[in-house]
């Protein structure tokens, strides 16, 4: 489907369109970051169903206008994902903790929503803290089929499961 855009219409179907849309993307993390001379980013993603979508932004972007460390909202959101990019000084305790603050908000409310603490990403490092608060028990059930299927634990050590 194409989408307009102020150069004229895109249509992913063209090679060289699907590019130029994923270079604009790829960029908007690199635009976010540099809100702040000097940051690091530091990117988080959830995803909803698309009825709570506008409203999971919205309580976002109130969280994010009340913190002292800037951030954007990005998103492909016909999916109801969507990201936060934060632009840290990676020398502050008080801008990690910050940030860790407002995901960990972010991460609840999308599963009070019905959502998902990362819609495309996966889980590994940064996720997997919040597996067994979205899916319970099933978490066991995983770490067993990991386990039979890997019994020595070299597939992707410590990414999911510890």
Known sequence: MP?????GTISPSKSEDRNALWKARHEAYYAAVNLRPGATGWA????????RLAECITQTKFDLDASSVPATILGHVGDGNFHVVFS?????PDDLAEVTDINARLVRRALAMD??????????????????EEL??????????KGALDPAGIFNPEKIFS
């Open 3 to 7: 989408c307009a855009t102020r150069a």
């Open 44 to 51: 988080t993603d959830v995803c909803v169903p698309i009825s």
């Open 88 to 92: 840290m000084d990676p020398n502050s």
């Open 115 to 132: 959502g998902t603490c990362t819609g495309e990403h996966g889980i590994g490092l940064g996720k997997k803290e919040w597996l067994v």
């Open 136 to 145: 319970g028990d099933a978490v066991d059930l995983m770490r067993a089929v």
